[in-house]
């Protein structure tokens, strides 16, 4: 493998920024927000002559700490322990016209420290110099090729949880158990579309029938999910799985962004009791919390969808990790 010197700053075509968010073209003509589907599938794998053979050093993550659907990422990077294996650039916080940036201005973001560009979708066309679909984070990057391999979140955590054992700190975390897989894409099933993404189609509706459709089958997911853990502390098996941190990382958005700013406000988590205690459980896993950073969460949020909030105007809480903290567990 080329040393990473020698892959950094390559000359780039000059480039003219395509503007537009996501989120403003992926609203269907009822007024409800339909995610588009992601666009890089490649995968890092162990087996013969793969394309991207996994190593250390090789893989980049480009995250946003706002992001739920990169956070998973990093927490499965953090439980496998691949914090020396695979490295992360974080962008700014503020989604523009133009996308992602890797403006420094604001504590925790890195820039692009692999191409030294300043864009995401300018990473996207180093890829694919046609591109012109959707530049989403997370996204893991292939140094050696100098190209994108996927995008897609629910993919990059089962690569990490298991192409990467021979370097990882802790190989023993499984996250996708073989006996518990039917179980976790049964539970993926369900809380993907009315949690995860619920959250989304209640916040980007464009009509009050598709918000009205998005809050109830929301909160009958959240209600459903709030009886299952009152019974028992993971959500499949007996061990944290890769569902528990997909949950998590809605759930730990919920009561400071997406209770106020997508109006997800018929109950808070933490008046759920058995959803706050697993909110918590996860948080408290080695290496969590420090995935966590509520400033871009909340800045990213407020920020950046000025249809919704047009002042930009940040709110000052609530608190949420306190109380996690606080929070007795058995
Ligand atoms: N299916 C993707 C979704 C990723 C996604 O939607 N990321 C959002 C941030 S939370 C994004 O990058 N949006 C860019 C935009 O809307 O322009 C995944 O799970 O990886």
Redesign the pocket.
């Known amino acids: 493998m080329p040393p990473f010197s020698r892959l950094m700053f390559q000359p780039q075509p000059p480039m003219t920024l395509i503007t537009?968010?996501?989120?403003?073209h992926?609203i269907a003509p009822d007024g409800a927000f339909v995610?588009?589907?992601?666009g890089f599938r490649g995968q890092v794998s162990r087996a013969p002559g793969a394309a991207h053979a996994p190593a250390a050093g090789r893989y980049h993550l480009y995250v946003?700490l706002?992001?739920?659907?990169?956070h998973?990422?990093l927490i499965v990077r953090a439980l496998k322990g691949l914090e020396d294996v695979i490295s992360v650039d974080v962008v700014h916080p503020h989604?523009t016209d133009a996308?992602?940036s890797f403006d420094t201005g604001f504590e925790g973001a890195t820039g692009d420290r692999v191409g030294g560009l300043a864009w995401?979708q300018q990473v996207y066309r180093r890829a694919d110099p046609a591109y012109a679909g959707?530049?989403?984070?997370?996204v893991l990057w292939d140094r050696q090729f100098s190209t994108l391999v996927n995008?897609?979140?629910?993919?990059?955590i089962r690569m990490l949880n298991t192409e990467f054992d021979a370097w990882a700190r802790h190989p023993e975390v499984d996250l996708y158990p073989a006996a518990l897989r039917g179980d976790i894409d049964a539970a993926n099933g369900w809380i993907y579309p009315a949690i995860?993404n619920g959250v989304?189609r209640c916040g980007f509706a464009r009509s009050q029938a598709a918000y009205d459709e998005a809050v109830d089958e929301l909160f009958a997911a959240l209600d459903r999910a709030e009886a299952l853990l009152a019974g028992r502390r993971w959500l499949c098996g007996d061990q944290a799985t890769e569902a528990d941190v997909r949950l998590y990382t809605t759930l730990i958005r919920f009561d400071s962004v997406y209770h106020t700013h997508f109006k997800c406000n018929r109950r808070q988590v933490a008046q759920y009791p058995a959803l706050h205690r697993h909110t918590a459980r996860v948080h408290r896993l080695p290496g969590v919390a420090a995935t966590l950073d509520q400033d871009h969460i909340r800045h990213?949020y407020y920020h950046s969808h000025r249809h919704l909030n047009p002042g930009g105007i940040v709110p000052a809480g609530p608190d949420v990790t306190g109380p996690l903290m606080a929070l007795p567990l058995d």
């Open positions: 537009g968010n996501t989120w403003s992926e995610r588009a589907a992601t946003s706002a992001c739920p659907w990169a998973r990422t989604l996308g992602w995401l959707i530049v989403t984070v997370p995008n897609e979140s629910s993919e990059i995860n989304y990213h």
